[in-house]
């Protein structure tokens, strides 16, 4: 029925309301709560996945959904803008991690006391990288003052000495000591260039760094030991940059605190020991003995500590090119033999290692 009227408010009149189907009324709900609960399944089931992965797996059950449904509107580009934002979401919540394009699961937070832990343990691993870092930062401000001192006493050589050292008593940086007893016997094995070099040892040995050895000649003023000078500590400000000099104080704060700590109780097993061999003179003048107490430590066992306790003990090293940048002087007048002649691909030679006579 069709009104002819120019002005009438009949319900013949008023336009009828279009009864959405059910296919528009599904794709309605499909909004970030619905996506956010697909990706979180996906990524479950996955534990490790990407974007493109999670989101063309989506966005092909989306469309045979919407097809199912007789719907031909459904928009790829809307599916994956979806699933970007429901990652965003979840990583936020922590369910989630992602590196790079690699994504996680972690899990879905159960109660405060689970997520207290992962808390701990993540402050953990931040506390254990710092740690690391200030072990390394410490380290490199040592070898700074170890070399910028290293340069001094060569300039200072230089002047005392015009003619200079010899080329056979110069040690060129970076370089290693292997360390090991002086009746030790050492087989070496060089190649034909001379660039790789194989030894085995019958009782243990020690390697030290060229920084080591620096630190044993006295360049890093014992700083690591916690036995420099107030004046000492000022001089090894000026080799370092500004911003590192909080740094160096709270390395010599703590390495007195340690050296104090090791005085300490050192102090007290003298203490025992003394009280041990009194003990032990009574006991032998009551027998009638002399009450002579043995003592004394076998220094060459001490390798054993930083190296190998086998009886057929070997390392294998390759030589770098010759350093540049600073030079060792030896004072040994004895120029060790270098071990092989060279000949053949790995020559052989026994002889008796001795160990390196600092200055």
């Known amino acids: 029925m069709v009104c002819d009227a120019v002005l009438c408010y009949g319900d013949c009149c008023r336009p009828t309301k279009r009864r959405k189907s059910k296919v ?28 493109n992965e999670v989101a063309d797996e989506l966005v092909r059950e989306q469309q045979s959904q919407a097809m199912a449904d007789g719907d031909t509107t459904s928009e790829p580009k809307n599916i994956r803008r979806r699933v970007y934002d429901a990652l ?3 990583m936020a919540l922590n369910i989630i991690s992602k590196e790079r394009k690699e994504i996680k699961w972690i899990g879905l937070p159960t109660n405060s006391e689970q997520e207290y832990k992962q808390y701990e343990e ?47 008593s110069k040690v060129q940086l970076p370089f290693i000591v292997v360390n090991t007893s002086k009746d030790a016997v050492v ?28 630190k044993r000649m006295g360049l890093a ?7 420099c000078t107030d004046e000492e500590v000022e001089e090894a400000k000026k080799m370092i940059p500004t911003a590192l000099a909080p740094f160096l104080e709270d390395m010599v704060k703590k390495a007195r605190i340690r050296a104090q700590a090791r005085g300490t109780a050192g102090n007290g097993a003298d203490a025992a020991t ?3 061999t009194g003990a032990g003179a009574a006991t032998g003048s009551a027998l009638g003995g002399d009450g002579m107490a043995s003592g004394g430590m076998d220094m060459e066992g001490l390798g054993s500590q930083a190296g190998q306790s086998q009886s057929q003990s070997q390392v294998s090293m390759t030589s770098s090119a010759p350093g540049t940048q600073h ?31 600092l200055p």
């Open 221 to 227: 003023f014992g700083i690591e030991e916690g036995t």
């Open 274 to 276: 003394a009280s041990a």
């Open 24 to 51: 528009q009324d599904s794709l309605r709900h499909r909004g970030l709560k619905h996506f956010s609960t697909c990706v979180c399944q996906k990524v479950q089931e996955k534990g490790v996945t990407t974007y």
């Open 187 to 214: 087989d070496c094995f060089m190649s034909h260039d001379r660039t790789e070099y194989l030894f085995k040892f019958n009782t243990p040995f020690e390697i030290h760094d060229d920084v080591d050895i620096l």
């Open 88 to 90: 965003n979401v979840l």
């Open 122 to 168: 993540l402050k953990a691993k931040k506390l254990e990288s710092i740690r690391r870092a200030n072990e390394q930062l410490n380290d490199l401000i040592l070898q700074q003052i170890a070399f910028k001192n290293l340069i001094k006493r060569n300039e200072q050589r230089e002047q005392e000495q015009p003619g200079g050292v010899g080329d056979a």
């Open 327 to 357: 030079e060792v002087a030896d004072d040994d007048d004895d120029d060790d033999d270098d071990g092989g002649d060279g000949d053949g691909d790995f020559e052989p030679k026994s002889r008796a290692a001795r160990s390196l006579r």
